[in-house]
Every structure is written in C-alpha cells, then in structure tokens.
C-alpha cells in the first residue's frame, strides 16, 4: 500500500506527501477514469468517449449517456489501475465529479467511487466538475496553484474566475445565455457540421477570412465581464438563410472563421479587461473551447502585449477528463477536506468560494 495521508511527513523538502487518488468523472458524454500519486505525477488516464453514440441525435441524449457511463466504467477502471500497475487497495483517495452535469450521469461516477472508498475503507472526495477545468492549467506543476484570473470556456459553461488559491473563487462574470462551446456547436449544426462542431469551424476557419462577416461582438462594450452568445448564433443563421446553399463549399470556412473570431475577440477583450481590474498578472484558460487554435493564438498575442503571463491548459486536459478531478481532489485532501457517502450529486453546483462555506 502507499502511504496514507495521515502517515506521511514531508521528508523531502516541504513538497506535498505522495498520496495516490483514483478519480472518476462521469459528468456528460466522457466515462474517465484516472489515477494520480502526488501533485505531479499521472500514473494513468482513460477516457470512453461517447460521441460516435450521440452524433445520430446531433447532441446529448441524457438516458443513453447514462447507460453508456455504465457499461465503460468497469472496464476503463480495470484499465487504468493496470495502467498505472497498482492495484485498488494501493488508492488512498477516491474521488468522483459531483456536478453540474446530467444527473443520471452523475450518479454512475459518483456511486463507484463511494462504493469503492466504502469498500477500501478510505476518503472520498465530491468534486465539481468546474473546478477540475479552472485548475487543470496548473496540472503537474510542483509548485501548485498561483493566483490567476481563469477564463473557463466549456461546452456547458463560459465564466471568469478571480482565483485566490485552491478554493477561493470569485465568480467575476459568465454567459448570460449559450456557453461558448454550445455557440460553437449550435451554429456547426445549422451550417450543417456534425456534433460536435466545435472542432469543425476551428479546421473550416483556418481556409476563410476571419474579415469576411461583421459578426455582433455582444456585451463587448459593455462594462462588466458577462457575455452572450446567443445573438451571434441567430446573426449566422439570418445571414447563411440569404445564401445560394448549393454554393455552401465556397462561403462557409468564411463564415466559420468570421464567427469564431467574433467569439473569440469577446472571450480575449473580456479576459484582459478581467486581469486589469483585478490586478492579476496571470491568465489561465481551460475547457473544452481552449483547443480552439484562434483562441489560444489571440490570447497568447495579447498576453504578451499587455505583459501578463498566460498558461493554458494541455489540449488532453482540455476536453472532459478524470486526471483534472484527480489534481483538485489531491489538492483539497492536502488542506484536509473529504466528502460523506452520504453527499448528493448537483446537476447545477455552483463554483462556490469554498474557503467560505460552513
Ligand atoms: O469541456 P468540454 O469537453 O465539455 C464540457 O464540460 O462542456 O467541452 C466540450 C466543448 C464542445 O462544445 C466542443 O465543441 C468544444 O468544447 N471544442 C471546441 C474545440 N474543441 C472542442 N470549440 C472550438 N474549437 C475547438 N477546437
Ligand atoms: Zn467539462
């Protein structure tokens, strides 16, 4: 067995003990599981990927998601405890995403890791799935996490986080209405992409002229850090609708790159103007959207002309994954913190400041 937290002493120079954490992330459409000992090092990460399940229905379909969570999860548990060459008494942290997500989803997840943390005699850890996104930039990093304002950009989330530390979170400001990768997925669909399209339009784009449209940039002049995407969305469909659709090839990778730079100038002015008022000179963003070539080059540009310091998550972090669960859920045993059996699933958890809860 691995050391427990309770044994350990920091022997080697203050660095936090080697705890090891299986962790399960079951939210919406990735069955995950993955193994992590310490701060820094991944023993193993798998993911069952239900797209191929879903495309037919051109989104998520609740119920089969939930069956489909269930066939994966002993499969891709056996895989990664071999992966990562332990075995499931060698765990001394079980973990599992609490939310938001799809609550039957939820609950696949959520009830292994307890039945297992049950069965080993040993902690768990509800996690919010928001959270593994915010902090996944720091992922590996010995140092941990560093005061940062965090763009989060998800398919079911867009919101900007001033983080003190590890659980100390001020909501700054999110989408009023779609999240960025529903935006991003939404249009796919009316322009005829399939699910999900986010990563479509970022191939489409790079053949078309971010120029070539006038998309609405909403809520970029005013003041505050929440966003809207909804009315981008109806401007493409408004505009597509008056086009020759047999002449399709030749106006949409213009159409995907105006749109996506639309997205893309909100989500990199607001960012910035986040970062100035809080004073932070670090920027990090996560989430599923962060693989977005133009998003990730437009925000390195302005980082580096506003002289702020940028860490962007790791591609494989990016999109749903449990190794981003497993870090927050070694980050919250290191200051002590573990979940009842007996704790709900919460299909709409909020990223709450948790330095502040009861
Ligand atoms: O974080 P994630 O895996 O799931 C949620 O928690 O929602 O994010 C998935 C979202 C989808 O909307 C997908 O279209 C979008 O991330 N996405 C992208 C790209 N890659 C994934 N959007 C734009 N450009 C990309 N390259
Ligand atoms: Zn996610």
């Not at 002049?221 to 047999?246: A, C, H, I, M, N």
């Not at 980082?303 to 998550?313: H, P, Q, R, S």
């Amino acid at each position: 067995m691995t050391n427990r937290p309770s044994d350990q002493a920091p022997a080697n120079g203050g660095a936090p003990p080697a705890v090891t954490v299986l962790a399960i992330e079951s939210s919406c459409d990735e069955t995950a599981v993955a193994v992590m000992r310490g701060r820094e090092s991944l023993l193993s990460a798998v993911v069952a990927s239900q797209i191929d399940a879903h495309r037919p229905f051109g989104g998520v379909v609740p119920e089969l998601a939930s069956r489909q969570h269930n066939a994966a999860t002993p499969g891709l548990l056996a895989t990664a405890l071999s992966d990562a060459g332990i075995a499931v008494s060698d765990i001394d942290v079980f973990a599992a995403t609490a939310g938001p997500g799809l609550a039957s989803s939820l609950l696949v997840g959520n009830t292994t890791a307890k039945a297992l943390a049950l069965a080993c005699d040993r902690p768990f850890l509800a996690i919010n799935h928001l959270e593994g996104h915010l902090l996944s930039p720091f992922f590996g990093e010995a140092g941990g996490v560093r005061p940062n304002v965090s763009l989060v950009v998800s398919g079911g989330h867009t919101m900007l986080v001033d983080v003190a530390d590890v659980g100390e979170y001020d909501l700054l400001g999110r989408s009023r209405d779609d999240a960025a990768g529903e935006a991003f997925d939404k249009v796919a669909k009316m322009l005829g992409l399939p699910y999900p399209g986010g990563p479509l339009i970022d191939e489409m784009a790079k053949d078309g002229s971010p120029a070539a449209y006038d998309f609405p940039r909403s809520m970029m002049k005013k003041p505050g850090f929440e966003f809207s995407f909804s009315g981008l969305k109806t401007s493409v469909r408004y505009l597509t609708d008056t086009f020759d659709q047999s002449k399709r090839d030749e106006w949409l990778p213009d159409v995907c790159a105006s749109f996506q730079q639309a997205v893309v100038d909100v989500l990199v002015a607001k960012t910035l103007r986040a970062a100035r008022a809080t004073g932070r000179n670090l920027i990090t963003v996560s989430g599923g959207v962060c693989c977005n070539s133009r998003l990730r080059s437009e925000m390195e540009r302005a980082c580096t002309d506003a002289g702020l310091e940028l860490k962007i998550a790791a591609p494989s972090l990016s999109t749903d994954n449990a190794a981003m669960i497993a870090y927050v859920a070694h980050e919250h045993n290191l200051i002590g913190r573990s979940s009842s059996l007996d704790s709900d699933v919460d299909p709409n958890l909020p990223l709450t400041n948790q330095a502040n809860r009861a």
